[in-house]
């Protein structure tokens, strides 16, 4: 599912921004994102994971979006340099991991895309887990070029612009994502209330 780039700035067009800133040889265990499938997944037109587009984990590992299905996501958009609403939305994530019961906690996946393909590297990504003590193995940091984060940002319904100083205005939103990527709800701002995610979480959960 690849957009044209005249379907991508059009839809980019139509939402008012948010401001971000004042902004081995050896067998290694395999990141959350990255189970392997004995048989490819179809999935509906409403999966966001239906985009050919290829991403790079902090563990210099690339994938395609399918390979986070199987289990509900939290997921949202960021940027390693984001000084304001970046630490919030990472930190909002971390409460609906926190608010879960630890018995459930390993079943949902939590991954942050960069909006920055320029300068949020593999090492950049693995940097910002290590500062924000991000588990890895519910937890996964992508990385991608610039016109697969646009048509992510479309389909997620995410709008950004590069502004100065290698500072990004967007929105502030944090998806919930079915087992099959189809979005379930979304939450507009920092600081909300996180019940009805969890209530959400747990009832994919449960299916």
Same mark, same amino acid.
């Given at each position: 599912? %690849?957009?044209?780039?005249?379907?991508?700035?059009?839809?980019?067009?139509?939402?008012?921004?948010?401001?971000?800133?004042?902004?081995?040889?050896?067998?290694? &265990? %395999?990141?959350?994102?990255? #189970? #392997?499938? /004995? &048989?490819?997944?179809?999935?509906?037109?409403?999966?966001? !994971?239906?985009? =050919?587009?290829?991403?790079?984990?902090?563990?210099? %590992?690339?994938?395609?979006?399918? #390979?986070?299905?199987?289990?509900?996501?939290?997921? &949202?958009?960021?940027?390693? /340099?984001?000084?304001?609403?970046?630490?919030?939305?990472?930190?909002?994530?971390?409460?609906?991991?926190?608010? +879960?019961?630890? =018995? +459930?906690?390993?079943?949902?996946?939590?991954?942050?895309?960069?909006?920055?393909?320029?300068?949020? $590297?593999?090492?950049?990504?693995?940097?910002?887990?290590?500062?924000?003590?991000?588990?890895?193995?519910?937890? $996964?940091?992508?990385?991608?070029?610039?016109?697969?984060?646009?048509?992510? &940002?479309? +389909?997620?319904?995410?709008? !950004?612009? #590069?502004?100065?100083?290698?500072?990004?205005?967007?929105?502030?939103?944090?998806? *919930?994502? /079915?087992?099959?990527?189809? *979005?379930?709800?979304?939450?507009?701002? +920092?600081?909300?209330?996180?019940?009805?995610?969890?209530?959400?979480?747990?009832?994919?959960?449960? %299916?």
């Amino acid at each position: 599912m %690849k957009l044209s780039p005249q379907t991508l700035f059009a839809t980019l067009a139509v939402a008012t921004l948010a401001g971000c800133g004042t902004q081995s040889s050896h067998r290694a &265990a %395999k990141p959350p994102c990255c #189970e #392997e499938s /004995n &048989a490819p997944t179809m999935f509906t037109d409403k999966s966001i !994971y239906q985009t =050919e587009s290829t991403w790079t984990t902090d563990q210099q %590992k690339q994938i395609k979006l399918g #390979e986070l299905s199987g289990r509900p996501q939290v997921v &949202a958009m960021f940027f390693v /340099n984001c000084q304001f609403a970046c630490p919030i939305i990472v930190n909002d994530m971390k409460r609906i991991e926190t608010a +879960l019961s630890p =018995e +459930l906690r390993p079943r949902i996946g939590f991954t942050l895309f960069s909006f920055d393909a320029r300068r949020d $590297t593999p090492a950049a990504l693995a940097g910002y887990r290590r500062a924000r003590a991000l588990p890895d193995h519910n937890w $996964t940091l992508l990385c991608g070029r610039p016109d697969d984060v646009l048509e992510l &940002a479309v +389909l997620l319904g995410i709008q !950004y612009k #590069e502004v100065a100083r290698g500072q990004f205005a967007h929105s502030n939103v944090i998806t *919930i994502l /079915n087992a099959q990527g189809e *979005i379930v709800r979304q939450q507009v701002g +920092l600081d909300q209330d996180i019940q009805e995610m969890v209530r959400l979480i747990q009832q994919l959960a449960a %299916k």
